[in-house]
């Protein structure tokens, strides 16, 4: 009896409280009353009470828009009649209203006090707010404008979120297709990395490879925030995984180039090997795998082999300084083990060729230090008081 009470009490405070809330004349009043009470609240209640706080961002979004609408007409009548907007208070308004209408369609598809499943907000709020939400990307946009990153990373945030959320699941996305959420998506990602928040950067950058227009850039931000998260062999592990799990839908050079690399820093040699020579069978003319078969020979000191394969990508691309260096630096190995003067200097010789196209391809040295390999070649061909010997000497800090 006295359980039965109780039931009774707590029943008549929620229903107090509902009306309380749904009576509430400004945003921030309601609000406070949701979080005070919400725990008392059943599910209908709930999605009443989130219902009311969508209604009052609408009306806050629909007085703005009255003035942007008169504007526009002044404007376009030539009438000195434009009036100040609060455009700030737009913004969060349309986020706002975003946000508490995704709430409400949680709890209005929850069963309520009999057990039903009867939805009551979901069609008005998602017809509502379908294209309402687009202004959250200029309002992400204003917000970077003005260097308020986090407030462009909710903004970007809430609109990627709501594009999947159940509250437009339903809509025909055909027929009215979300053409910038790939977009949005990806800056999303950026914003999110930025906020050392790796697990969202992901989840947003996964939201862009969907898109075909971003997949590109996606997929680079992809593998870069792949590898930020590094910090011991199990995360190594895993992210070869996750790289073989990409290669396996796409086989890029780009994709194939990070995982041959990962599979060589882990000391994986059969599955680097087995991976290049499968690249190579696939397309003879792959740059990065010859380059990748190559400094693999060339970190086991095998010289002949390196420098064959080191040639092969040179040919494909002939405009990478770093491969010219590496030949160079694998003839300069090689030669260093020759006793006969005469094969050391025709090595030599060879070597002066790619190092001096490296020079000329990259002289400040951005992309490989061509120098010091040009310069042993220097000092034992021509001597140490020849002039290419000392201008090399300078350079490279002998």
Request: aromatic share 8%; hydrophobic share 40%.
């Amino acid at each position: 009896m006295f359980m039965a009470m109780m039931a009774v009490v707590a029943t008549s405070a929620s229903a107090q409280d509902i009306k309380a809330i749904l009576k509430a004349k400004t945003y921030s009043e309601a609000e406070t009353m949701i979080k005070s009470s919400l725990s008392s609240l059943d599910n209908a209640d709930k999605a009443k009470a989130y219902n009311k706080l969508v209604q009052l961002s609408v009306e806050k979004i629909n007085k703005e828009q009255e003035i942007i609408s008169k504007n526009a007409l002044a404007v376009q009548l030539k009438q000195d009649k434009v009036e100040p907007y609060d455009t700030v208070g737009f913004n969060k308004a349309i986020c706002t209203a975003v946000q508490d209408a995704m709430e409400c369609d949680k709890y209005d598809n929850m069963p309520n006090a009999k057990g039903k499943i009867s939805p009551k907000f979901h069609k008005a709020n998602q017809e509502k707010l379908w294209n309402l939400r687009l202004n959250l990307i200029n309002a992400g946009q204003d917000a970077a404008n003005a260097n308020k990153m986090d407030e462009a990373a909710l903004y970007y945030g809430v609109y990627v979120e709501s594009s999947s959320n159940a509250l437009f699941a339903d809509r025909d996305k055909e027929k009215f297709p979300d053409q910038y959420v790939g977009q949005v998506a990806r800056v999303a990602s950026v914003l999110a990395f930025q906020n050392k928040n790796i697990e969202l950067a992901n989840k947003y950058c996964d939201v862009a490879l969907e898109d075909a227009e971003t997949y590109n850039d996606a997929l680079d931000l992809k593998m870069y925030l792949m590898q930020q998260s590094l910090k011991n062999h199990d995360d190594s592990v895993k992210c070869v995984k996750q790289f073989e799990a990409l290669y396996a839908k796409d086989k890029r050079e780009s994709i194939f180039s990070n995982l041959a690399s990962m599979y060589g820093n882990l000391g994986m040699e059969a599955e680097q090997a087995k991976l290049i020579a499968d690249k190579i069978a696939e397309d003879p003319k792959c740059y990065a795998a010859y380059a990748l078969k190559a400094q693999a020979e060339m970190n086991a000191a095998k010289w002949d082999e390196a420098i064959a394969d080191f040639k092969k990508a040179h040919e494909i691309d002939p405009k990478k300084s770093i491969i010219c260096t590496y030949i160079g630096f694998c003839i300069n190995s090689k030669a260093a083990g020759v006793s006969d003067n005469e094969a050391q200097k025709k090595l030599l010789e060879d070597s002066v060729v790619y190092l001096e196209k490296a020079r000329d391809l990259d002289p400040d040295r951005r992309e490989s230090n061509w120098s010091y390999p040009l310069y042993q070649c220097y000092y034992t061909l021509y001597g140490e008081n020849d002039s290419r010997t000392q201008e090399m000497s300078k350079l490279s800090g002998q």
